[in-house]
């Protein structure tokens, strides 16, 4: 058998555009050829990134971290059923009535665009708490050996990047990074409040190329990185500039890096510690683009078994033929122009 190719992920959150990123996890960690090292995510990448740190603690089982997943968005969907009922046929595919939603969500939504969490859930009631604490032991992610794993929130008072590492999650630390301000109250750890991680870094890079030991990462992108058409209703204006917000982020430091890399190839001198790692980085993205560019707005809160079952299967197919094509290339070189893409 082939040596394993160790490698880090860095996962975007998406709300349940965070199903397809489960795919792709769930592809890579069946891979016997393929050891995740390390693992930075953002809201539901962050959910994503637990879950599967929680099944490769131990000892690198793939098959133990597709089954938390499974059985987490699985019991998400039955949750997202029993909140809010589906008002298009079951048998439709999602992708293909991608302006029908849920009827309750609409009225849910609608609200949020009027009145703060504080008002309209005043006990501050989110389901994802008591999903996180079933399907996570964060005991046993705190105790034993597995992928370092860095979950992104934004401080609501200084506008800050906030890293929280393996040794020290909780549920409180995956909810902060996954706090939309607009649904949840937000999340206050060492007296300090939180919003999501989205804000400052959807998803942070720097952990995996300083903190983590792999030179591969692989991005799984949720936000397509551009559209063609001008949005032109106030829902698609208001849905653009938030995946643009959401990116800005990410952006900045991927064009950093970008432009670090070719200032250190293009002057030569001695290179320290930092160079080095930056010379020998190689990055690589999975996204799935052509689907998720088709879906409404209102999607990223469609979380029900329909939909996370159709995005799965995306996510899962776009990686296995990222794989096909791409495998060669980790441990050898960039998978993508990373200067053209980023610069």
């Given at each position: 058998m082939s040596r394993e190719k160790s490698i880090s992920v860095a996962l975007q959150g998406g709300g349940s555009h965070g199903a397809f990123t489960y795919g792709v996890l769930s592809r890579l960690a069946?891979?016997?050829?393929?050891?995740?090292?390390?693992?930075?995510?953002?809201?539901?990448?962050?959910?994503?990134?637990?879950?599967?740190?929680d099944g490769l603690s131990g000892g690198n089982d793939g098959a133990r971290a597709v089954e938390r997943m499974d059985a987490f968005w699985d019991d998400l969907g039955k949750t997202f059923n029993r909140i809010f009922k589906p008002c298009y046929d079951i048998s439709d595919s999602p992708l293909l009535n991608i302006d029908?939603?849920?009827?309750?969500?609409?009225?849910?939504?609608?609200?949020?665009?009027?009145?703060?969490?504080?008002?309209?859930?005043?006990?501050?009631?989110?389901?994802?708490?008591?999903?996180?604490?079933?399907?996570?032991?964060?005991?046993?992610?705190?105790r034993n050996e597995s992928p370092h794993c860095f979950v992104a929130a934004t401080s609501v008072q200084t506008g800050k990047l906030r890293i929280f590492r393996r040794q020290e999650l909780s549920v409180d630390h995956i909810l902060a990074s996954a706090?939309?301000?607009?649904?949840?109250?937000?999340?206050?750890?060492?007296?300090?409040?939180?919003?999501?991680?989205?804000?400052?870094?959807?998803?942070?890079?720097?952990?995996?190329?300083?903190?983590?030991?792999?030179?591969?990462?692989?991005?799984?992108?949720v936000h397509p990185l551009q559209r063609e058409e001008l949005p032109g209703t106030v829902e698609t204006i208001r849905a653009r500039f938030s995946e643009i917000a959401f990116s800005a982020s990410f952006l900045r430091e991927m064009r950093a890096i970008a432009f670090s890399r070719r200032y250190i190839r293009e002057n030569w001198r001695p290179m320290g510690a930092l160079e080095k790692r930056l010379s020998k980085l190689r990055i690589h993205v999975i996204h799935g683009d052509e689907y998720i560019a088709k879906l409404s707005p209102q999607s990223r809160y469609e979380a029900s078994?329909?939909?996370?079952?159709?995005?799965?299967?995306?996510?899962?197919?776009?990686?296995?033929?990222?794989?096909?094509?791409?495998?060669?290339?980790?441990?050898?070189?960039?998978?993508?122009?990373?200067?053209?893409?980023?610069?």
């Open positions: 069946e891979d016997p050829r393929l050891r995740i090292d390390a693992i930075s995510g953002t809201s539901s990448g962050a959910v994503n990134g637990c879950l599967l740190c029908r939603g849920s009827l309750n969500l609409d009225m849910f939504l609608q609200l949020t665009r009027y009145f703060a969490p504080y008002v309209f859930n005043p006990a501050d009631l989110n389901p994802l708490r008591q999903l996180l604490e079933k399907h996570i032991d964060f005991g046993r992610l705190i706090c939309l301000p607009s649904l949840h109250h937000a999340v206050k750890i060492d007296n300090e409040n939180f919003w999501d991680g989205g804000f400052a870094g959807n998803p942070p890079v720097f952990p995996l190329i300083f903190e983590g030991d792999a030179t591969d990462i692989i991005i799984v992108i078994p329909e939909m996370i079952t159709c995005l799965r299967a995306v996510g899962y197919e776009s990686a296995d033929r990222w794989l096909e094509e791409n495998y060669r290339h980790l441990g050898i070189s960039s998978s993508i122009d990373l200067e053209s893409m980023f610069e």
